[in-house]
């Protein structure tokens, strides 16, 4: 049985304890993850937390709709057994009719279905060995990598929240304009520093090239990256994505690297080696 259950009303213990040991867990579906990052979520629980499905939604002049919030890529059904066709098409006809528009991402591990949209991400696994990486490097980012390691750039292994934020603000200029994700990403480096690190490249005191990660243990996820000019045309992101290579090396995990649909910025993650995951998102509108 599928029973839609209100965040108030959620066996969080249990609810988490899925979303761990499913087969396709990612952070952003945690309990304490959607609770700063979405604005409202309740779930799609399956027989006693068997299967869940986070539904994140909004609500806009007493309209209420699904919608995926900032800075969380992928959600869909998460079981411990592989997900079903069949099961992922009952979760879905159980969404409630109050939401009058979906907009859900999946994720890999769940169907594509005739009423998704395909969207690529790119995930590169940590060899033990450093150089086993550096084999998969394209020409471009081995040249890229040389001429960092030549000038002035260093790595900087616990960046403080602070710079990093301001930094971020700084660089991004498509990112001042949105008041709610700034606040979320506040949210998020408010978390356990096991969860968040930030990470940096500095040109001598300056910095140029900086990234913000979540680490649950099995997934690196390259969350928010940002470079200034300078870092950009001195490979400072090539020696950054490299150094956390390097320190990663004996965890056996993957850098998720997020996407992206963006040409230039997947030939980028790419050029490291990276394999191309799919993952689809939902849309639906009673209009």
Avoid at 127 to 142: G, P, S, V
Avoid at 192 to 198: G, H, K, L, P
Avoid at 234 to 241: K, R
Avoid at 242 to 271: H, L, P, Q, W
């Amino acid at each position: 049985m599928i029973e839609y259950i209100k965040r108030k009303n959620l066996n969080v213990e249990k609810y988490d304890a899925c979303i761990e040991n499913s087969i396709q867990s990612r952070i952003y579906a945690f309990s304490w993850y959607l609770d700063i990052v979405a604005d409202n979520w309740d779930v799609l629980v399956l027989d006693n937390y068997k299967a869940v499905m986070p539904i994140p939604w909004r609500k806009k002049f007493f309209i209420k709709y699904v919608s995926q919030p900032y800075f969380c890529q992928q959600l869909g059904v998460f079981s411990k057994e592989i997900v079903s066709e069949a099961l992922q098409e009952k979760m879905i006809n159980h969404i409630p009719k109050k939401f009058v528009k979906i907009s859900l991402n999946f994720n890999s591990g769940n169907f594509l279905t005739y009423k998704m949209n395909l969207k690529n991400n790119y995930l590169l696994k940590i060899e033990k060995k450093y150089e086993n990486n550096y084999k998969k490097f394209t020409k471009n980012r081995k040249r890229d990598l040389k001429k960092a390691m030549l000038s002035t750039l260093t790595f900087e292994e616990n960046l403080g929240i602070k710079e990093f934020y301001g930094f971020y603000l700084l660089n991004d200029k498509n990112f001042r304009n949105y008041i709610s994700m700034k606040e979320v990403l506040q949210n998020i480096l408010k978390l356990n520093s096991n969860v968040v690190r930030c990470f940096g490249i500095r040109s001598k005191e300056c910095l140029v090239a900086s990234v913000l990660l979540l680490d649950n243990g099995k997934r690196i996820t390259y969350l928010v990256p940002v470079s200034n000019d300078f870092g950009k045309k001195n490979g400072a992101s090539t020696l950054l994505i490299t150094e956390i290579i390097k320190k990663y090396k004996r965890k056996n995990c993957f850098i998720d690297f997020e996407g992206s649909m963006i040409t230039g910025v997947a030939k980028f993650y790419k050029s490291f080696g990276s394999d191309k995951e799919s993952y689809s998102v939902l849309t639906k509108s009673i209009f």
